[in-house]
Each structure stands twice: as structure tokens, then as C-alpha cells.
């Protein structure tokens, strides 16, 4: 296995101008670093990442650790997490949490013991142990895709987080839904604790309200953000006396769920049911009809949690910030509407403008 003093001695360099080439550490002249690039191409050097670690202490990887990585929200996700990784010479070791805040703890904390440099974690309902660990050995973490409310102040632990909105896209749907006469609206909800369920119950709750429409509690089910328990929230929704009709699915997996809950009655959409989602998926438009969906920056979101976590081993001490990133309505037919190449109009300027692309900018909150 070629070493960098072989490297060194075919190109007639030093071992130190081998080492300023491969880490980028000082200016080396064209001809000189052509010479070495040359010279690993000839003999095949790779470097020895473990005895660069033993002195920088930095291994150049990343944790990664998110649940239902099946989940095609979440594989964007980690596509644009890997991406950016690779674009800064980081690797990526990556964990399913499995939505359980005991067995989060435990690949966090297997993570950590591979000395990673920091995490990325989409964290589970209840992230208190999570926390915990992470600010007990003060490890870097950006929060992805769920919020979580940590303490503010001086000595508040600084995690940076990233994540879409979630509240005003959902008003977006309702208000869509509202506008085309429907007066019972349901909403399909995801795992009660998480930050993106209450978001979408907010925004849902606000598009009832700007529209002059009740709330009513039987119109809001659970789907614990999965399909065969989004399956049978729908079916609860379609059994009341007077059921939706129109309903508002706040996950992908729910949405796959709420459409075979009404096939399995019979029923058509939008026929006997509208329907509007939050996701927007790679099949989402080869349904009939194809599906009225918030689509969310899903890469982007990856790629952003991976510059936050950079700047933050760039800066320990620096303040913590929580980027939103807007959404884009992408108008078909399922809500019952003739489909349209562009967005909904101005009245429903909440989730997209003329474009078709969420007019609103990301946006930061810096904390202490």
C-alpha cells in the first residue's frame, strides 16, 4: 500500500508538500501540486484516515440519525445531507432511531463512540434523553425536520436546527379547500409530539378559522405519520354520521393510507372525498387524479443541516439558529379543481406565489 513518502519521493517533493496538497493546508505552486496529483494517481495512495484523526482529532464523518430512511421525504433528505457531506470531504455513518426516544439515545450515543465530528438527528416525540446526551458531552448536532424547544439563555446548550414551515402551508390547504365550498374538513394528523404535527394542526386550525369554520374535534384523527395507521384514522373520519368532504393528509405515508381507506369503501376522490396533502412524492402525479400537494424543500433541507453543522465546528461558541425553509404548492386534481400548470391564486398565497415557488424567503432565528 502506497505511502506519502512514496507519493513524496515520485514526484520529487517533500513529505510535507505532499501533505499541504492532500489537506489543502498551504498555496502550492501549479506545477508542483499537478506533480503530486500525479504521482497518488500512479501509485494508487489513499489516505490513511484513521492516523490523520489520531492527529487532528477529526475523523471527517458525520452522524446521521433519522427514522423511516424508507420513507421517500426522508431519503431526499439524506440524499441532500450526503451530497453536501461529500462536497466538504465528509463521510456519512448513518442510524434509524425507529421513532424510539430509548433506542435514539442508544445509536447517538454508538454514533458518538465511532467519534464522528457531529450529528444531524431528526428527533423522536420525546427528545429529552436526546438532549440530554448530546449537551452532557457537548456533542455538535443541527436538529432536522422536527423543532425542538431547547432552552434559551447564556449556558443554554447551542443546537442549530433546520426544518420547513409547517403551520402556514397547511392554512394554505384549507383555505384551498374552503374556498371550493367544502364546510367539513379533516385532517389526518401525524404522531401526536412531534413539531410538524403540531405545526399542521396549527395551520389547520388557523385555515378553519380565516374561513368562518368551526372546529371540531371529530374531524381530527391521528395517523401517527404512517400508512396502515393513517388507513385507519381515514376509516374513522368516513364512519361518522357526517363525514369530511374534504380531508387534509400531513404526511406521505397517511396520504397512501387515507387512499386505500376510501377504495376500500368504494368511494373516489374527489369525487365523494377532495384531497390535499403535505408531501409531494415521486408517484404523487401518476394516481388518478394526480395528488394537490405542499411539496418541501426535502434536499435542500439536507444540504442546509449539513453547512449549520460545518459552520458549527468551524464556530462552537457561535449563536444558535433555526432555518425555516418555505414550500411549494403544486396544484393537480385531486382536490377537485380542473389541474392547473401553476400555483393557486392570490387568495392562497400562503403556500406559493406567481411562480409557483413559496415567494417567502428561508428565514433564520438566532439564539442567544
Not at 24 to 44: C, F, I, K, Y
Not at 100 to 107: G, I, K, L, N, W
Not at 317 to 343: I, K
Request: proline share 7%; with cysteine; hydrophobic share 40%.
Amino acid at each position: 500500500m502506497a505511502t506519502m513518502a512514496d507519493v513524496a519521493r515520485s514526484a520529487g517533493v517533500s513529505v510535507a508538500t505532499v501533505s499541504h496538497v492532500l489537506n489543502d493546508t498551504r498555496p502550492v505552486l501549479p506545477h508542483t501540486r499537478r506533480a503530486v496529483l500525479d504521482a497518488v494517481e500512479e501509485l494508487g495512495y489513499t489516505t490513511n484516515t484513521l492516523a490523520r484523526s489520531l492527529v487532528t482529532s477529526r475523523t471527517r464523518s458525520i452522524g446521521l440519525a433519522v427514522s423511516a430512511i424508507s420513507n421517500p421525504y426522508f431519503t431526499e433528505i439524506l440524499q441532500g445531507v450526503e451530497a453536501s457531506a461529500l462536497e466538504h470531504g465528509y463521510g456519512l455513518l448513518i442510524a434509524d432511531p425507529h421513532e424510539d426516544p430509548a433506542h435514539e439515545r442508544e445509536v447517538v450515543r454508538l454514533l458518538h463512540e465511532r467519534r464522528v465530528d457531529g450529528m444531524i438527528v431528526a428527533p423522536s416525540a420525546e427528545p429529552r434523553e436526546l438532549v440530554s446526551y448530546l449537551t452532557r458531552h457537548r456533542v455538535p448536532a443541527v436538529f432536522l425536520d422536527r423543532i425542538v424547544d431547547v432552552p434559551e439563555g447564556e449556558d443554554a446548550p447551542r443546537f442549530d436546527q433546520v426544518g420547513a414551515e409547517g403551520a402556514e402551508p397547511t392554512t394554505g390547504l384549507v383555505d384551498h379547500l374552503a374556498g371550493l365550498g367544502h364546510r367539513r374538513i379533516g385532517l389526518v394528523a401525524g404522531r401526536p409530539g412531534l413539531s410538524t404535527t403540531r405545526e399542521r394542526i396549527t395551520g389547520y386550525r388557523h385555515g378553519l378559522a380565516a374561513a368562518g369554520l368551526p372546529f371540531d374535534e371529530r374531524l381530527l384523527v391521528h395517523g401517527d405519520s404512517e400508512a396502515a395507521a393513517g388507513e385507519r384514522a381515514t376509516a374513522d373520519l368516513l364512519s361518522l354520521a357526517v363525514p369530511p368532504t374534504a380531508l387534509v393528509t400531513a404526511n406521505n405515508a397517511m396520504t397512501i393510507g387515507a387512499l386505500r381507506a376510501v377504495r376500500s369503501r368504494g368511494l373516489s376522490v374527489p369525487g365523494d372525498l377532495a384531497l390535499c396533502c403535505f408531501d409531494d412524492f415521486a408517484w404523487a402525479d401518476l394516481f388518478s387524479p394526480r395528488l394537490t400537494a405542499v411539496a418541501q424543500p426535502s434536499r435542500d433541507i439536507g444540504a442546509q443541516a449539513v453547512r449549520l453543522l460545518l459552520d458549527r465546528l468551524a464556530e462552537p461558541d457561535r449563536p444558535a439558529r433555526t432555518l425555516r425553509l418555505p414550500c411549494t404548492f403544486v396544484h393537480r386534481g385531486s382536490c377537485g379543481c380542473v389541474e392547473q400548470p401553476g400555483p393557486l391564486s392570490e387568495k392562497s398565497g400562503h403556500v406559493a406565489g406567481p411562480s409557483g415557488k413559496a415567494d417567502a424567503k428561508a428565514h433564520e432565528r438566532t439564539l442567544p
